[in-house]
């Protein structure tokens, strides 16, 4: 019996963890979803910001990425010039030019789960000759 009501309470105690568990995973899982559908918004009030310089857009756009920062999303940040980098970068256009294989412009910021994978890869134009 008390070996009986050893594994009883071992298993419940294995049960309690994998629940736990399942629902921060099930958590993380909504949260990206819900981040996915909202980093186009971010796109048009970043392309919006170039445009009109307002200072409440930009306030925006900064508790924008604070917000998705507290969710463990950061932005992949890449400059014209840096050498590509196809596990953070999609091109969408070679460019005729200078230096092979660099980053010739940004179209659309990347994101990734920090210290983790990609979710949305930066899409660039690349020098080629």
Not at 4 to 10: D, N
Not at 54 to 78: L, M, S, Y
Not at 105 to 112: A, D, M
């Amino acid at each position: 019996m008390k070996n009986q009501l050893a594994r009883a309470l071992a298993d419940y105690d294995n049960l309690r963890k994998r629940v736990e568990t399942d629902k921060n995973n099930f958590e993380k899982l909504a949260n990206l979803r819900l981040v996915l559908k909202l980093l186009p918004v971010l796109d048009v009030l970043k392309k919006a910001q170039e445009h009109v310089k307002d200072p409440g857009i930009a306030v925006t756009i900064k508790e924008f990425e604070e917000a998705i920062k507290t969710e463990g999303i950061e932005e992949i940040k890449v400059k014209a010039g840096d050498g590509f980098n196809p596990e953070l970068m999609e091109v969408i256009e070679a460019v005729v030019g200078k230096a092979v294989n660099t980053v010739a412009e940004i179209v659309q910021t990347g994101y990734k789960i920090i210290d983790g994978p990609v979710i949305r890869h930066t899409k660039v134009k690349v020098w080629q000759k």
